[in-house]
Nanobody, 122 residues
Framework: QVQLVESGGALARPGESLKLTCVGSGFFFSNYNIGWYRQTPGHEREFVADITSYGASVDYAEFAKGRFTISKDDSKNALYLQMDNLKPEDTGMYFC???????????????WGQGTQVTVSS
């Protein structure tokens, strides 16, 4: 059973930093691309950043470039999102996502965590 558990969301002031963590289980973590999405008030869920299997390359949404850094530690099955210079418009629920097959199966599907809330306000 695939599980993704996010943590690290909090209340931050504009300009401050937060680091989100997603811990995965039930699949071969290092084998798959994995990423972050967010849903901000009044908007659809949108792509934030992702990282390829074994950390070979990364990709960012335009709003994330230069402020957010995605990384992972395969030894801990952990995905991170370092968010610097936070802005009020970064307020939202942040989700971890992977398209993978659970260990021991060949059925690929999208998996989402429950999300972690980031609020940026002065």
């Amino acid at each position: 059973q695939v599980q993704l558990v996010e943590s690290g969301g909090a209340l931050a002031r504009p300009g401050e930093s937060l680091k989100l963590t997603c811990v995965g289980s039930g699949f071969f973590f290092s084998n798959y691309n994995i990423g972050w999405y967010r849903q901000t008030p009044g908007h659809e869920r949108e792509f934030v950043a992702d990282i390829t299997s074994y950390g070979a390359s990364v990709d960012y949404a335009e709003f994330a470039k230069g402020r957010f850094t995605i990384s992972k530690d395969d030894s801990k099955n952990a995905l991170y999102l370092q968010m610097d210079n936070l802005k009020p418009e970064d307020t939202g629920m942040y989700f971890c996502h992977v398209f993978a097959a659970a260990t021991g199966t060949t059925e690929f599907r999208d998996y989402w965590g429950q999300g972690t809330q980031v609020t940026v306000s002065s």
